[in-house]
């Protein structure tokens, strides 16, 4: 099967502009998560769908980020404006439905911040 | 959600077998726990999962102690392809499957 799709692989902004990123989940998988990770930290999770509705969003800035999952199936994550922190590598993550499965990640968008 | 505690790094050599040690001393009952693999530029992969006693499959072994306070991870043989981060997580199987991932042990196999 066709793994997590993510695009763009890259992004260099200046602070305080915007940036949108991009993610196609695994066919059937109705749960999609995006991952903030930092340069030497494991992945922080941003916010989780299940189908088109969010299940947690509690460590989401949501002064600046965004996400939706309109037709729950893709999703972008928004950051608007960019901060310096903000740079990081943003992965997004799909899992079947059901207890237990395993989650399924793409290889992230890089973002620099300058 | 139990915290785990993994070394930072460990170094071994090919055809060794390698074992990493995750401490996860306030697992709950129905907490399971998931070790990932992470190669430079890429997302996490999932290697493995268990509850208790031992897990195998093609890639590795889970080996967990009856108290399920620790786990271990264990790799056979590994080659230079094994070098990656690995984490361990602990988390219910049973609720909306959060993983929260700590620094994760930094493997580097030497030829």
């Known amino acids: 099967e066709a793994g997590v799709a993510q695009s763009p692989r890259y992004k260099i902004i200046e602070k305080r502009q915007s940036v949108a990123f991009w993610c196609n989940p695994i066919?059937?998988?109705?749960?999609l998560y995006w991952y903030q990770q930092i340069l030497g930290q494991g992945p922080k999770l941003l916010i989780q769908?299940?189908?088109?509705?969010?299940?947690?969003d509690s460590q989401l800035p949501k002064d600046r980020f965004s996400a939706e999952r309109l037709k729950g199936v893709d999703s972008t994550l928004k950051i608007q404006p960019a901060k310096l922190e903000d740079s990081a590598v943003y992965l997004c993550?799909?899992?079947?439905?059901?207890?237990?499965?395993?989650?399924?990640f793409g290889d992230g968008t890089r973002l620099s911040i300058l | 959600l139990a915290k785990t505690t993994q070394p930072i790094s460990m170094d071994s050599y090919e055809g060794q077998e390698v074992n990493i040690t995750c401490s996860h001393n306030?697992?709950?009952?129905?907490?399971?726990i998931t070790w990932y693999q992470q190669f430079p530029s890429q997302g996490p992969r999932f290697i493995i999962q268990?509850?208790?006693t031992k897990v195998t499959n093609e890639v590795a072994s889970l080996f967990i102690p009856a108290d399920r306070k620790s786990s271990t991870l264990s790799l056979p043989r590994v080659s230079l392809s094994d070098t990656a981060v690995y984490y361990c997580?602990?988390?219910?199987?049973?609720?909306?499957?959060?993983?929260?991932f700590g620094t994760g042990t930094r493997l580097q196999v030497f030829p």
């Open positions: 993550a799909s899992s079947r439905q059901g207890s237990g499965q395993p989650q399924h």
């Open positions: 066919s059937g998988h109705a749960t």
């Open positions: 769908f299940q189908n088109n509705g969010v299940v947690d």
């Open positions: 306030n697992i709950a009952t129905n907490d399971y």
């Open positions: 268990g509850y208790k």
């Open positions: 997580l602990v988390g219910d199987r049973g609720r909306t499957d959060k993983l929260i």
